[in-house]
Each structure stands twice: as structure tokens, then as C-alpha cells.
């Protein structure tokens, strides 16, 4: 649980910082090699750079997991940071995988195996991160 709210805080922080212009640091003004900051209409272009990489390991039946999705992560889609982000879902989380048979055993059960399973499939096949989790997840955490 505190590992989880670590990364929720790190994960925001680090969008935060990427969405702060230069000219709002602090050494703007000593800073003399700098070139000048363009004019208020001139818009910024985002396809020069590079995006954000975040992986989401998560556990289809957890409950931090739900919490952090559908309370956090949904907003980097509610404030249109995902053009910014490269966003891997991978319902992983917190299994194990057992020798000598290499089964894999997951936090909450069989049914969380068949879940992560079945999202693994889905996000294989329908890899829009934003369409594969607002209608596959979401409703399912809500």
C-alpha cells in the first residue's frame, strides 16, 4: 500500500514537472545563453519532444489498484496529459511465478489470474490505452 502511494506521488510529481514551461524556473533570468520566451500566442510543439514512458503494473482485483486508476491515473486522461505519456498497462502486479512448474499464483486468487489474463489479451488486441482502459477497466473498478 505504501509503495503504491510512493509511485501515485512520484508518477504525478514527474507529469507536473514535464508540464512546467522553462521560463517558470527560477534561473530564467541568469541565464543569458537562453533564447527569449516566445510570444503568449505562440503555441508550444509537443511532437519535437519526447514523451514521458510509464508502465502501470497492476492486479485486476486489487483494491489499490482500483483506488489508484480510477482516482489518479483517469486524470491524466481527464486533463489531456496522455499526449504527453507513453502509458503501458500491464495487469501483472503482484504475481508469482512458482518453480518447479511455473505456475502462477496472484494475490487475490484465480479469478485475478483469469482477470489479467483476459486484460492481457485485450491490450494485446486493442493496444489504444486510452480506449482499453476507459472501457475495459474503469467500468469494471467502478
Known amino acids: 500500500m505504501a509503495h503504491l502511494k510512493i509511485f501515485s506521488f512520484i508518477v504525478l510529481t ?6 512546467i514551461p522553462p521560463f517558470c524556473c527560477a534561473d530564467h533570468h541568469s541565464n543569458r545563453d537562453r533564447a527569449p520566451p516566445q510570444s503568449p500566442n505562440a503555441k508550444l510543439s509537443l511532437s519535437k519532444t519526447p514523451k514521458l514512458n510509464l508502465t502501470l503494473y497492476y492486479d ?7 483506488d489508484f486508476i480510477i482516482k489518479d491515473l ?3 486522461f481527464m486533463e489531456d496529459l496522455i ?5 503501458w498497462l500491464v495487469p501483472w502486479g ?3 511465478i512458482v518453480e518447479p512448474n511455473k505456475n502462477i499464483i ?11 489474463a483476459t486484460e492481457a489479451c485485450a491490450i ?3 493496444p489504444d490505452v486510452g480506449e482499453n482502459l476507459l472501457s475495459s477497466s474503469l467500468p469494471r473498478f467502478s
Open 14 to 19: 514527474s507529469l507536473l514537472f514535464i508540464s
Open 124 to 126: 494485446n488486441i486493442w
Open 106 to 116: 496472484c494475490q487475490h486468487g484465480p479469478d485475478e489470474y483469469n482477470l489479467n
Open 94 to 96: 503482484n504475481a508469482l
Open 74 to 76: 483517469v486524470k491524466v
Open 83 to 87: 499526449r504527453i505519456v507513453n502509458l
Open 60 to 66: 485486476s482485483l486489487c483494491p489499490s489498484s482500483r
